[in-house]
């Protein structure tokens, strides 16, 4: 059994017990969180699509960590200019167990 929901903006795909990165969230670490923008649900080859979301279902989710991903290095320069610009980026995270999926 697997749905796909929509969590911060982004559509993912998402199955019981396993864990995903999701853009961060304002939760405390270990909080239970519902999600009902469920848009699609697929229960053993019976598949529910939302107009737009499916009616009823939702996923329930446990709040992991908070985390950082990977540093970016943003390198700007401009040719005989003398300007060259470093800067850095890491992403934040948070990391969620998904509990269960209900229809």
Do not use: C, W
């Amino acid at each position: 059994m697997y749905a796909i929901v929509e969590i911060a903006g982004q559509q993912v795909k998402v199955q019981k017990d396993r864990y995903f990165y999701v853009n961060k969230l304002d939760a405390e670490t270990g909080a239970a969180l519902t999600f009902d923008k469920v848009l699609l649900v697929d229960n053993g080859g019976d598949v529910s699509v939302g107009v737009p979301t499916v009616s009823g279902a939702s996923v329930a989710a446990t709040v992991l960590e908070h985390v950082k991903g990977e540093k970016i290095i943003v390198f700007k320069k401009k040719r005989r200019k003398g300007y060259r610009k470093k800067n850095g980026h890491r992403q934040q995270y948070t990391k969620i167990m998904i509990n269960g999926i209900s229809l």
